[in-house]
């Protein structure tokens, strides 16, 4: 824990080692609360919670997609964008294998696997965004323009309509 209280995941040190300004947010977490259970307790809308999702390729490939809290990802649309077949979830002990971080505390930042990143495009026109700090119940909130900053993110427009 850091002087202030919250966590020092290794997503934490990575925004560190990057100099990411970085709000932390500490949240009672629940099992399958999601997005609209973090949005309550920060107060925030659904949309600007950003879920930090990994997929893989029916090659086997695997990546990340980070998606508004109130939106689900077209599998369709995205493996059309990449040229494949098929894009699916990983399971939860192959997503923790990747990552190194528990499902429902999953952060883009520090995984234990260099994967590539897909942001659906609109998180960019956000003020700022709140995302995984690698632990259930733990949130940062950045500028959207810091991912471009840490990762080559390819921006898309996979998203199905609001929840």
């Known amino acids: 824990m850091s002087a202030d209280g919250y966590p020092v995941t290794q997503a934490i040190?990575?925004?560190r080692e990057m100099k990411i300004h970085y709000t932390p947010h500490l949240y009672p977490y629940e099992d399958h609360g999601g997005t609209?259970?973090?949005?309550?307790?920060?107060?925030?809308?659904e949309h600007s919670?950003?879920?930090t999702l990994i997929m893989e390729t029916d090659q086997h490939r695997a990546l990340i997609v980070l998606m508004h809290g109130d939106c689900e990802v077209?599998?369709?649309?995205?493996?059309?964008?990449?040229?494949t077949k098929r894009v699916s979830a990983c399971d939860e002990s192959t997503a923790q294998r990747y990552t190194g971080y528990q499902v429902g505390g999953i952060s883009p930042f520090g995984t234990r696997v260099s994967l590539k990143v897909f942001a659906e495009e609109t998180i960019f026109g956000l003020n700022r965004i709140f995302i995984n700090g690698g632990k259930r119940g733990f949130m940062v909130e950045i500028?959207?323009?810091?991912?471009?900053?840490?990762?080559?993110?390819e921006r898309v427009r996979v998203a199905n309509s609001p929840l």
């Open 13 to 15: 040190r990575a925004l």
């Open 36 to 45: 609209r259970l973090a949005s309550t307790m920060l107060q925030v809308d």
């Open 49 to 51: 919670v950003i879920k």
């Open 74 to 83: 077209s599998t369709k649309q995205l493996a059309r964008h990449l040229g």
């Open 143 to 153: 500028d959207p323009g810091d991912l471009e900053r840490i990762f080559s993110v």
